[in-house]
């Protein structure tokens, strides 16, 4: 369902306007996108003259960190423990991802949340959702509301949120329906996109040059259990003690089509999962596969078609190696039952 922007951007308004002081919060170890929607957040509530700041828990990653560099641009100060008239959530669907900032959150008068996953906890109890899971962003949907509020975007916050349009796009492979016209409205405020792709370009190779991401890959890959299924979909399940969702990628885009990754966290497992083009197109999706690693052994999960995560929870006498061969073990059967039945449905 397409966003009412207009109904959206004035219930915006009108909370912040109420609001006297608004907090404004990212995920932990805010990406490029969670840091270029918290910033144009901020842009909007300094042009409606409404008092922020900006909590990005744990800090922003890496890779945000270098973008605020690259283009020039100082974050509003970090939030206050304190009670704020409205929080607004940027790129977050579940309370664990908000981490300590979750308090900031909770105890706010009112919330909004404003996102492109399929919604999850917080958007339980939020006064304004500005929701829409086939967006490819949510820096395209704050741009959105920031256009329709007509709130000016300086050239350096303009190529930030572009950059963070490109980051979760994957350079404009997966779009929405406002990815473009978002685009271009930062192009029309002066983004510079060349210098945006130059920075992902940059940055891409310095990821895969870090030493402890290259030792995962390589371990992981040597952990690996490969099971196949119908035919011609192959399954890849291993286990890593960090870079999972990195190791997942690398295993896709070495020909897995099913890429299943456990990592060891202090709340229990976390599960990246990735496919390839050819298993979407015989109807295995990521979202399936974390549903059925879910129902399998607890927890809680999801995705999209291409990308997906599933926690769950620990268990006394497993460790991430048991669980990634529990996994290997079950997961090319049911694969395979997918597979077969989504074959069979096309072809009628
Ligand atoms: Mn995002």
Partial sequence: ????????????????????????????????????????????????????????????????????????????????????????????TNSKQLGSALRIYLSAASRAVIDHHEPGGLIESADLAVVDPSAASTSEITVMLASELRAPMEPGLASIALLGIVADSRRFTMVGDYTFEAAQR????????GRVM??????GQQAQED??????????????????????????????????????????AEGADVAVV??????????????????????????????????????EGGGHDMAGMAHVPPAVSVTAEDLANAIAERLPGKVGRICVEYRAGAQK
């Avoid at 922007?5 to 805010?30: D, P, Q």
């Avoid at 930062?186 to 996109?193: K, N």
């Avoid at 130059?198 to 940055?203: A, D, L, N, T, V």
């Fill in 1 to 92: 369902m397409r966003i009412d922007w207009a109904s959206s951007a004035a219930r915006l308004r009108e909370l912040a306007l109420k609001a006297g002081e608004v907090a404004v919060i990212t995920h932990r170890n805010a990406d490029l996108d969670a840091l270029a929607s918290g910033l144009i957040v901020s842009r909007i509530l300094s042009h409606l003259g409404v008092e922020h700041c900006l909590e990005a828990p744990e800090g922003p990653s890496r890779q945000a960190r270098e973008a605020l560099k690259e283009f020039s641009l100082e974050p509003p100060p970090p939030c206050g423990d304190k009670r704020y008239g409205l929080a607004i959530t940027v790129d977050s």
């Fill in 211 to 252: 030493l402890s991401l290259r030792i995962a890959k390589l371990k992981a890959f040597s952990r690996l259990k490969l099971g196949r299924a119908c035919n011609d979909i192959l399954v890849a399940v291993t286990h890593i003690g960090s870079h999972e969702a990195s190791v997942a990628r690398s295993l896709v």
């Fill in 186 to 193: 930062l192009i029309e405020s002066g983004a510079d996109y």
């Fill in 262 to 299: 456990v990592v060891e966290r202090k709340e229990g497992y976390r599960v990246s999962i990735r496919v390839s083009q050819r298993a979407v197109a015989s109807g295995v999706t990521a979202s399936k596969i974390a549903a059925f690693i879910v129902d399998k052994f607890g927890g």
């Fill in 198 to 203: 130059e920075f992902m370009r940059k940055s």
